[in-house]
């Protein structure tokens, strides 16, 4: 026992000098922050070391296992010292007002800041809910209408998605059903994308659907306009549709046999089923059909035309060969050669090193720099088979990026925001610097969510909210999707509750985000998985609903959800409530 009193000694000592260390840091923090700062910065002290023998010797005696010690560090540690030293047979050290005040201030700060973040929200419930609109929400009240009625407490807006008009248009709505739902806007900040893959040939297909035994039980179709009418709705697959002369088109009728030849150098004919508008016609087989295709029928033949071109992928595997390029010009894929594809942002292209890794269109495609040369880079493919498209996203795990946190167009949108919102939500956070830039540029009275979702941003986080603390109005967003791609899948179930236990270290409200019940929002049926997932995500101060036909009824369940989890659970903190299931009868 006297090892773990000198080591409990030992770690408040080195609190007192880590708050002695950031002092700087922590008096430029806004007044509301102050006991905050403090205890972040005792916390990520804490969680700087492996404290696990600590643990297992303040619980053998029933002292603390300090799994709970976020809202209050040093009050934890002091209460496992008076435990230690009562028996020891030692006085008591710390007054137990001392202790019992840490640890209700804490709470008491946490949701002072919710409330002037979020707003007041339910009473029963300890979550807010954010709710993604849709862009139906501009032009449809009752469908803003019913979200605020189902439960939701914030709006969010995506400003990579619509434009002023149309986002003034979801606000004017969002007002007038509930003036006391806030108004939350992302910027997207700066987008690393794929560039542009050259069309393919312009080549479409007729075709005809079959049974599982291998029975036509519905023909191709081909439909025939002079002015590029809408092919009508056909049982089966989709009509293919092109343009031919207005002339013979004229001279078409019911039975007429068409006969083509089709890019693969086969005889096709189908038959005239329909004239009115354009003529339909079917046949029993499929058909590649090119632009520029002769259609001959009764002796007279016409060209076909308007076939639009393939979208062309990259087809990639472990162990291929990609080249990424500054260069803005569509990618040409040749047989048999290393595609060269282009990213809309050249810096980050310049930024890449040796060894980096790259994450392609959501963690489809990982692959690692092997090579640097000038304006490329050569990547190989380490992981997933995809066929990688035009202008999908690309993530940088690992690399140091020239870039500020806000894009000029995300600086024009924050005008927008300041003027119309209540809250702006900024992406692409990695160092207390981004924070730093963007404090630069917005009002005190504008509420700030800091998005996580980035490895540096969760490497730097405690430097991150420190320097974020100097705005009154701070939240911070875990972005669960973006995390997930740069960090691998196998460390989302340990990150977000780490990021989590620092905020409340900082008594700064977290918004849980993306794929919070989202088959539910999709299908309208949640997975029991995604119920439990919805469990965890509530013990954070608010949680994020992304878009979906069913949005509504995934605000109502999560509601339930909230109002019986808040007697349960505070933050990572089991609430003894009594359970009537287990009473004896």
């Not at 009625?149 to 149309?166: F, Q, S, T, W, Y």
């Amino acid at each position: 026992m006297p090892t773990l009193i000198a080591d409990v000694d030992r770690l408040l000592a080195e609190l007192d000098t880590e708050s002695a260390r950031y002092s700087r840091q922590i008096n430029a923090v806004a007044p509301t922050h102050f006991a905050g700062a403090h205890n972040l910065v005792h916390y990520a002290h804490l969680r700087s070391r492996d404290q696990r023998r600590l643990q297992a010797g303040l619980s053998a005696l029933g002292a603390t296992r300090l799994s709970t010690a976020e809202p209050a560090v040093k009050a934890r540690l002091k209460a496992a010292r008076n435990v230690l030293g009562a028996l020891y047979g030692d006085a008591i050290i710390y007054t137990k007002q001392e202790l019992a005040e840490a640890f209700a201030d804490a709470d008491e700060i946490l949701e002072d800041h919710t409330l002037a973040l979020f707003g007041a929200g339910d009473e029963n419930a300890r979550s807010r809910i954010m709710v993604t609109l849709p862009t139906e929400a501009a032009y449809d009240r009752d469908l803003v209408r019913g979200f605020a009625e189902a439960g939701m407490d914030l709006a969010r807006i995506n400003c990579a998605h619509g434009d002023p008009e149309v986002w003034r248009a979801m606000i004017e709505n969002v007002r007038a059903v509930n003036p006391d739902i806030r108004i939350s806007m992302d910027l997207a900040g700066p987008k690393i994308r794929t560039a542009g893959i050259a069309p393919g040939p312009r080549v479409g297909r007729a075709r005809v659907l079959r049974d599982p035994a291998g029975q036509v039980i519905h023909p191709a179709h081909l439909w025939l306009s002079a002015d590029d009418a809408p092919a009508p709705e056909v049982p089966g697959r989709p009509a293919l549709a092109a343009r031919i002369d207005a002339a013979w088109l004229a001279a078409r009728a019911t039975g007429d046999v068409l006969t083509l030849t089709d890019n693969r150098g086969l005889e096709r004919t189908f038959t005239v089923v329909s004239c009115e508008g354009g003529v339909l016609a079917q046949s029993q087989r499929n058909a590649w059909i090119a632009d520029g295709t002769l259609v001959s029928c009764n002796g007279s033949a016409a060209i076909l035309s308007g076939i639009p071109p393939t979208l062309q992928r990259l087809r990639l595997a472990p162990g291929d060969r990609l080249i990424l390029t500054t260069s803005q010009e569509d990618c040409v894929p040749v047989p048999g050669e290393t595609p060269v594809i282009g990213c809309t942002l050249p810096e980050a292209v310049r930024a890449l090193h040796v060894g980096e890794r790259v994450v392609f269109d959501d963690g489809a495609l990982f692959a690692v720099v092997c090579e640097s040369d000038g304006e490329t880079r050569t990547l190989e493919i380490v992981r997933g088979t995809a066929n990688l498209a035009a202008f999908k996203g690309i993530n940088l795990p690992d690399t140091r990026l020239p870039l500020p946190s806000l894009t000029a167009e995300d600086e024009e949108h924050l005008r927008f925001v300041a003027e119309h919102a209540d809250i702006v939500a900024v992406s692409f956070i990695r160092t207390p610097e981004d924070v730093a830039y963007v404090l630069e540029r917005i009002p005190a009275d504008l509420g700030l969510i800091l998005k996580i979702e980035t490895i540096p941003a969760h490497r730097h986080l405690p430097a991150i909210l420190l320097e974020g603390m100097r705005h009154p109005l701070l939240g911070i967003m875990i972005a669960r999707g973006d995390l997930a791609v740069e960090l691998g899948f196998e460390r989302m179930a340990e990150v977000p509750g780490q990021i989590m236990a620092m905020a409340e270290a900082a008594h700064v409200p977290v918004v849980l985000a993306t794929q919070v019940l989202e088959n539910m929002a999709k299908s309208g049926l949640p997975s029991r998985a995604e119920i439990t997932d919805a469990g965890f995500a509530l013990r954070a101060e608010c949680v994020m609903l992304n878009k979906g036909p069913h949005i509504t009824s995934a605000i109502e369940v999560l509601v339930k959800l909230s109002h019986s989890l808040g007697r349960s659970q505070r933050k990572n903190r089991m609430l003894l409530r009594h359970i009537h299931s287990w009473d004896e009868n």
